[in-house]
């Protein structure tokens, strides 16, 4: 493992215990048995470093994509999905509010999603792309708006991350979250039964 | 104004200028007018001042509630909860994210929220108390599952209003997306028309 390797874990874990507003780039020094002089030959700054941990070091979007590649039919891939970002968001949560804590880390995050057209919007893109190729086969309803359904869907299972950090999440558990959030919104997606005639009285 | 509300107003500034991880009690006291000692004849610790500040200086969620009361139909009413939500997750995010960064402030902030029975999953029951009562009226479909919906459109504001300050949120503006999270939740909420006879072949 390289050097930079070995600063990212340390951070990380520093990160962890102290959280965002309290670590010391000498901390991070400390646990990577480094030098503050040897970490800055590898990171310009403090935000530098913090937002390096953020993208090399957080859950990624890989299990929410693999869920998107399922396969499976409609309410099985979308809960699959809600079950994927349930547990990514629950994981990178505390990280990635940490950031709201300090301008200057925000700030550098901020810029380099910019230039990477990267950010947290992709996971919605990538559930409304795939609403849309359900609805182009005919699986989801033609009029429905996929772009929305996404944000209710991811919405809901970010909220539920949020607010089983702080208070109460309101369901029995990660499995039934996903389930009713799903049911509740395919009854919303799935094709309408073709019309049918009024009955002759 | 007593000196309590002096030393909130001015952490309430300095917090926001900062970043909770660059907050001083010495910075606050500088801009309150005071010294250190006698911000902590009003408060334990920075912990105590910092939740002292989000309990009394964030936004409430009274907007919101008079959505919920207002009277109107159903999707003015829900589209008036969802643009009250989003101005209220908006402008509280920043504060509301950056506890994560200090354990401390944010242990103290659960154990305030744990004993008061108060928390952010409080918006989220009293949607669902509305739109149960709506159900009751025979305005929302029997079947449906309202604590679910209250998530996804609860949800869907509060993940609209982080994308909004990190990256991309995708809709046009906030009009635009409250009335779309609306419209695509409420084409499972509204009544299903009455079943209707197969036609005679």
Do not use: W
């Not at 913090?50 to 869920?67: H, I, K, N, Q």
């Not at 230039?115 to 919605?124: L, R, S, T």
């Not at 869907?153 to 009713?180: K, N, V």
């Amino acid at each position: 493992m390289g050097t930079r390797d070995v600063i990212l874990d340390a951070a990380a874990e520093v990160m962890a215990e102290q959280g965002l507003a309290n670590v010391t780039t000498r901390q991070i020094a400390k646990a990577a048995g480094l030098t503050e002089a040897a970490l800055y030959k590898h990171f310009a700054s403090k935000a530098d470093l913090m937002v390096a941990v953020m993208r090399e070091r957080s859950p990624g979007f890989s299990p929410l994509a693999e869920a998107l590649r399922g396969g499976g039919d409609l309410v099985g891939s979308l809960t699959a999905v809600a079950r994927a970002a349930i547990d990514l968001y629950r994981a990178g949560f505390p990280m990635f509010a940490s950031v709201f804590a300090d301008p200057a880390t925000l700030a550098a995050h901020k810029e380099e999603l910019r230039q990477e057209g990267a950010g947290p919007h992709k996971a919605n893109e990538a559930l409304a792309a795939y609403l849309r190729a359900e609805q182009e086969a005919g699986r989801v309803r033609a009029g429905a708006d996929v772009r929305a359904a996404a944000g209710l869907l991811l919405g809901a299972c970010f909220q539920y991350a949020f607010l089983g950090h702080m208070s109460r999440a309101g369901f029995a558990d990660d499995e039934e979250a996903a389930a009713s959030f799903v049911r509740t919104l395919l009854e919303t997606l799935t094709p309408t039964p073709p019309p049918c005639h009024e009955p002759s009285a």
